[in-house]
T-cell receptor, first 110, second 114 residues
Framework: QQQVKQSPQSLIVQKGGISIINCAYE??????FPWYQQFPGKGPALLIAIRPDVSEKKEGRFTISFNKSAKQFSLHIMDSQPGDSATYFCAARNDYKLSFGAGTTVTVRA | NAGVMQNPRHLVRRRGQEARLRCSPMKGHSHVYWYRQLPEEGLKFMVYLQKENIIDESGMPKERFSAEFPKEGPSILRIQQVVRGDSAAYFCASSLSGKNTEAFFGQGTRLTVV
């Protein structure tokens, strides 16, 4: 039973374009929503995170939008670069336990 | 300033053998988590340990899997009598405290059962 649903499964974007990844959750006990970036053969690395009392958080080219009433959150990657090509996972935390989405493979074409 | 260290990075086992995966947390971290990633899927929580204690093993298969985090040395995830379905990437994470603190992931151990 997937507690966090993520879409799309993959996306291709041109260099300089915007990548958008969406996630939805059901469990209202989640109180922290991180996004992880994973390169092939590596572990997931924290990219950016948000708490549910904030509707948007921006760090450089990465922005999280959070809609508490809809129980949805999304990652926007602005001005996508070839180095952003990776798999992105949304996650939601309850206490110490992270529940991950299935991942989105982003390919940025030069 | 080493991060979470996992070894081996790659492990090949024949069906029926035992697999031992090791995880050394970041310096100063006493909370360790194990997650499993099957191909094309997100990570799934397996177990949460503090030194010498298993706090939550709700994600661990009931049989063949065990974990420990002794007073001295790394945390160990042990899989006995491996089967093909155990092939996955196993990630360890560590944190400073259990609640509401960031967990940092290691690079994982890729287990292949042949």
């Amino acid at each position: 039973q997937q507690q966090v649903k993520q879409s799309p499964q993959s996306l291709i974007v041109q260099k300089g374009g915007i990548s958008i990844i969406n996630c939805a959750y059901e469990n209202t006990a989640f109180d922290y929503f991180p996004w992880y970036q994973q390169f092939p053969g590596k572990g997931p690395a924290l990219l950016i995170a948000i708490r549910p009392d904030v509707s948007e958080k921006k760090e450089g080219r990465f922005t999280i939008s959070f809609n508490k009433s809809a129980k949805q959150f999304s990652l926007h990657i602005m001005d996508s670069q070839p180095g952003d090509s990776a798999t992105y996972f949304c996650a939601a935390r309850n206490d110490y336990k992270l529940s991950f989405g299935a991942g989105t493979t982003v390919t940025v074409r030069a | 300033n080493a991060g979470v260290m996992q070894n081996p990075r790659h492990l090949v086992r024949r069906r029926g053998q035992e697999a031992r995966l090791r995880c050394s947390p970041m310096k100063g971290h006493s909370h360790v988590y194990w997650y499993r990633q099957l191909p094309e899927e997100g990570l799934k929580f397996m177990v949460y340990l503090q030194k010498e204690n298993i706090i939550d093993e709700s994600g661990m298969p009931k049989e063949r899997f065990s974990a420990e985090f002794p007073k001295e040395g790394p945390s160990i995830l042990r899989i006995q009598q491996v089967v093909r379905g155990d092939s996955a990437a196993y990630f360890c994470a560590s944190s400073l405290s259990g609640k509401n603190t960031e967990a940092f992931f290691g690079q994982g151990t890729r287990l292949t059962v042949v």
